[in-house]
Each structure stands twice: as C-alpha cells, then as structure tokens.
C-alpha cells in the first residue's frame, strides 16, 4: 500500500515549534491541513460551493470544534457523543476565526464558504485557539477560494516585565497578559485579549512585539501556497451603473445631507425612510423603461451616506448626532433600581441604555463545564442580552447568538480583574446586561453598568 503523500513544514516558535502538514486527511476539500503543537493538533479545512440564489453578503460561516477523544474523554452526557449547540468556548474560537479573515474576500464573492476547525487531539497545556486560526489561513491560502491572505495568529504573555510567545496554559495562569493578535507581513488585522492593568506603552508594546513574531508562520505558507495552491476562481465584481450613481447622487445628496443632520437616531432613521422613499419614486419615472436598475439602489445609498458623514467629520468636525470629535455622550446613571435583585443599575450614554443586575449565589451556583483539560467551574457569569425593541425592531426571540456570546466574554474579560479572590469572597457572581436601547458602544455600557450593580450588590471590587 502506496504511503501518504505529504507536505510538511516545522516552524520555531520560541522554546517550541508549530507544524503544519498536508497530504493525510480531507483531501476532498478545497483546501486542509493539521497545524500541531506539543501534542495538540487541530484539522482545518476550507470548501466551497455556489448558491443557488443572489446574495448581497459573504456567505461565510467558520467553525471550532473540540472532540472530546482528542484528550481520552468519553462525554458526559446521556448519547456519550459530541451532541447539541456549541460550547461557548467554541462559539468564541469559532468568532476568532472569523474575523481576521472575513475582510480578505473579495468584493462580489457570494459563493459559501465554509471553514471547518476540529481539535482532533489535546496535551491540555497548548491552546488549540491559535492553531485554528492560523490553520484557517492556510486552508483557504491553498485552495482555489481567493484569499488576499495569508494571516497568521500568536498569543503573547507578559511576566516579570518580559513577553512570552505563545505561552501554555501553566505559563497563562502567572501571566498578566492573554492577548490574541492577527495579522499579514504589512499590518495588524485583529487583537483581542485582557490584561491585569497593565499601562497602555506596554500594551502598545505587545502589539508590536506581537506583529514582529508573525514572519516565520507566513513564510510557510507562502510555501505551501507555491508547493500546493490550486488556482484561484475569478469573481467578477458586479458591474457599477454610472448612471444610477449620478442620478442618486443628484437627487438625493442635498435631502439625505438634511436627514442626517437630525440628531436624534430614530427620528434620522424616519427621516432616511423618507429620502429612499422619494428617491425610488424619482428613479422609477427616470428608468421606467429599465425598471430592474433601480435594485442597487440601496447600497449606492449607504455609499453615498457614508461619504456624507465622513465629510462632516473630517471637515467640519462635527459626528452625525452634533457632536464635536472629543464631546462624551450625556451620562446618566442610577442604582437600586430593582427592589428584590442582589444589585442592579441603569447605565445610559446618549441614547445607549443598559439594564444590569448582579445575582449572588453560593459555590454549589457556579456553572459546571465540560472541557478538554477535565470538568471545571465559574464563578463569575457575565450574561449579555439584545432584545429586539432595543433597536426598534420586531423579530423572533431566540437563543443568545454569537454576538451576543461575544460581547457577553468582552465585558466579563473587562470585569475579571476587579473582582475579590474567591477565598475572599466566596460566592457565585452572576451579572446580567439587558439592553433596552442600541445606538452604538452596548458592549462597554454593560460594563459601566455591570460595575455599579456589582457594586449595589456589595461585591468589593
């Protein structure tokens, strides 16, 4: 029997080195590698397919996932299978994922595209996080989907005032830094991370420091890319009707100006409304013969109001709601709110508003969670909801999404470090932030307000 045939590269990475490979598994796909560390290896795979209907987005959807064989576990639960929605560790992978990568498609790509991480074994010291990031890059970098890649990912540490590249997790739990930063050769595509109140210079530092670590990892796949790369498909930009763009342009510059001078958001939403509105009526008798040119009317629209508020900004420095460029929005706050929660607290910036309460439980409260390294436990639950009225919206009421999941680990990261030490006090903390209304910033307003409900509630943060 004929062996596989591989392709494989060894990349020094500090005390460690990172391999990537080719050639062993899912070979139907577009684009697949494992990415190993230590003993953790992660499959990455990238396909694609074309739809079967017109889109106006990129219809690309990343996943993480993590076997539970990969570290000798047999699950938990009743099927003793990999069963139900994804952990909330895996819905945060899964957004690292996404995000560097999402804005290096190109303009009028609408195929479905779709990467895959699976952890498919786990030492439990080396995070599989980086590797699914980095292994996305690459799948994508070696298949035929255009890619304007390649990025690659690290994680930088911080103790006794020197960095640490890709630090395990016995080397996380004394560090005061967990930081995630992608980028290309040239720039940093996405940072992400939290720190225990390290000053900004050396913030600033680990994102260069970071930044300069990343060559030898696009390196290789620039390699890889020469070796393997199949040829990339042709996406072809839809073609932009000059005309329709002068004629929006025309007749809509002056109004939607008016309307988005309106300070308050909804009544500039009503406003906006009124413009598309008269604007379609305007086409439609100027291309009566050519009706179906009048569809891209709306993102010429949000082009045009983009270019509009940027104008304004930069030359006459004023925001869309009136504002000058160093004006914080109105303040208002208020504790107590709630007569029978442990904590709670109105938070309100400009017409951002959020409900947040504080629960206290004993340690039989805290959440039980199954994972590679073994079942462990958290204190401190930070919840994040976006009802639809928030925005003005009537839509149907689900379970948190992935946004929500998000801003929801966003705010706990920010409120980790203020909290007592569990022996000082041994409670289960749960804090909850229900927007009432959205105009931008809901994830740091639930941390403004996660705070004063912590501190109606009497944790001594």
């Not at 940093?188 to 530092?205: K, N, P, R, Y």
Request: hydrophobic share 40%; net charge neutral; with cysteine.
């Amino acid at each position: 029997m004929a062996a596989f045939q591989t392709t494989r590269r060894t990349i020094p990475m500090g005390d460690s080195e990172i391999i990537i490979e080719h050639g062993k598994l899912a070979l139907q796909a577009s684009g697949a590698v494992t990415v190993q560390w230590g003993d953790t290896v992660v499959l990455v795979t990238a396909t694609h397919q074309a739809l079967d209907r017109v889109v106006d987005f990129l219809p690309l959807t990343c996943n993480y996932q993590e076997m539970l064989y990969s570290a000798g576990r047999v699950p938990g639960n009743y099927f003793r299978r990999e069963v139900g929605r994804p952990s909330e560790h895996e819905t945060l992978t899964s957004r690292l994922m996404d995000r560097p990568i999402r804005p290096l498609f190109p303009k009028g790509c609408t195929n479905e595209i779709q990467v895959i991480a699976t952890v498919i074994s786990s030492d439990k010291e080396r995070s599989a996080d980086i590797l699914a990031m980095l292994g996305a890059s690459t799948a994508l970098h070696i298949s035929e989907i255009p890619f304007a890649g390649p990025i690659a990912a690290i994680r930088v540490g911080y103790r006794d005032g020197q960095f640490l590249l890709n630090p395990t997790a016995s080397e996380l739990a004394t560090s005061q830094l967990n930081m995630i930063l992608a980028g290309s050769r040239d720039a940093v595509v996405m940072v992400e991370g939290g720190a225990q109140f390290l000053s900004e210079d050396i913030m600033t530092e680990a994102v260069a420091w970071g930044h300069a670590q990343l060559g030898p990892l696009l390196d290789v796949q620039e390699e890889l890319r020469k070796e393997l790369g199949r040829e990339k498909f042709t996406v072809i930009p839809p073609a932009e009707d000059t005309g329709l763009i002068e004629a929006v342009a025309e007749l809509a510059t002056a109004p939607l100006t008016e309307a988005l001078a309106v300070p308050g958001k909804m009544d500039r939403r009503d406003a906006k409304k009124k413009v598309k509105q008269n604007l379609m009526e305007a086409l439609m008798a100027r291309f009566a013969e050519t009706p179906e040119r009048v569809r891209g009317v709306g993102e010429i629209m949000e082009k045009l109001e983009k270019k509009i508020v940027r104008q304004r900004i930069m030359t006459d420095k004023i925001r869309i709601d009136g504002r000058d460029l160093t004006t914080v929005r109105p303040l208002i706050m208020e504790v107590g709110f709630l007569p029978r929660t442990h904590g709670s607290a109105i938070f309100t910036r400009g017409e951002t508003k959020a409900l947040c309460t504080c629960t206290l439980g004993s340690t039989r409260d805290e959440q039980r969670i199954e994972t590679l390294a073994g079942d462990t436990s958290r204190r401190f639950l930070m919840h994040y909801n976006f009802p639809p009225y928030s925005v003005g919206e009537a839509r149907m009421l689900r379970a948190p999404g992935r946004r929500e999941i998000g801003h929801g680990a966003l705010s706990e990261r920010a409120l980790n470090p203020v909290l007592p030490a569990p022996d000082a006090f041994p409670f289960t903390i749960r804090v909850v932030s229900d927007i009432m209304e959205s105009n931008g910033s809901s994830s740091m307003a639930s941390v403004c307000g996660g705070t004063l409900a912590l501190m109606d509630a009497g944790v001594p943060i």
